[in-house]
């Protein structure tokens, strides 16, 4: 654990310990945003390298998620969606759970994925899922217009209010570092972590609203506890700047303590277990 000094006139590196129960340098970061940038644009490049589909996948993977959805919740379930089309329903909530549980995915298995670089040479590690959530951007974009394409069809208005979705955007990844930082540092020490995280996934996505409504009431208790769940807050907000309907109201704010708790936990736990990186991976 240490902290960066450099003078830029003969490139003199000083390591010294981290400072502060939390340990994190944001001058340090700032110092290795190149490689932030190489790190992330890699796992780009490595992602679709030799894939048969490329970025088609990227286009196919909503595009059969909304289909095969519609057909089994709305067709046959006869799930309420209320005034909005199925199929925009699920897109404009499928986009940011995604984009959480791709980078969440990514960002899990980065430490272990990036051995031969932790054992070698310093950096903040943090770096490194750091990068792996950024690079699932990519993916979130080129979904982006497919929901936009979906919301033409559809003849859905696009409004002022859709710049919303960046913020929410913006949450899920913080979500997904947050849970990652986690995940990532525990799976350097138990890789059946890696077996578990794919059952957690698909448990957080049913307790989630994407494939249909929940419907709690309007008992304050029971809301207060489903919104525990940080997702639903920003699934919910997506849906809200996209289409309108009912404002986010005051329990999004136990959402938003949530996501807190879980980042500051996360790079807390991080931070802690990070001297062992090297010795473990």
Known sequence: MATVDSQTANQTVVLKPAKGWLGVDLKELWYYRELVYFLTWRDIKVRYKQ???????????????????????????????????????????YLPWHLFANSLTKSSSSLVGNANLITKVYFPRIIIPLASVLSSLLDFFISLVILLIAMVIYKAPITLTALWIIPFSVLAMIIALAVGLWF??????????????????????????????????????????????????????????????????????????????????????????????ADVV
């Open 184 to 277: 990532s540092a525990l799976n350097v020490q138990y890789r059946d972590v890696q077996q578990i995280l794919p059952f957690i996934s698909q448990i957080w996505l049913y307790i989630t609203p994407v494939l249909y409504p929940i419907n709690i009431g309007s008992n304050p208790i029971f809301k207060a506890i489903y919104n525990l769940n940080p997702m639903v807050g920003v699934v919910q907000g997506f849906r809200w700047a996209l289409f309108g309907g009912t404002q986010p109201d005051a329990t999004i704010w136990i959402s938003g303590a949530a996501i807190l708790l879980l980042f500051i936990s996360g790079i807390y736990f991080f931070r802690r277990m990070e001297k062992t990186f």
């Open 51 to 93: 894939a048969a589909l490329g970025i088609a996948w990227v286009i196919l993977q909503p595009l059969i998620t909304a289909l095969v959805s519609t057909f089994v919740f709305s067709r046959g379930l006869k799930i309420d969606s209320g005034s909005l089309p199925y199929p925009l329903f699920v897109l404009s909530a």
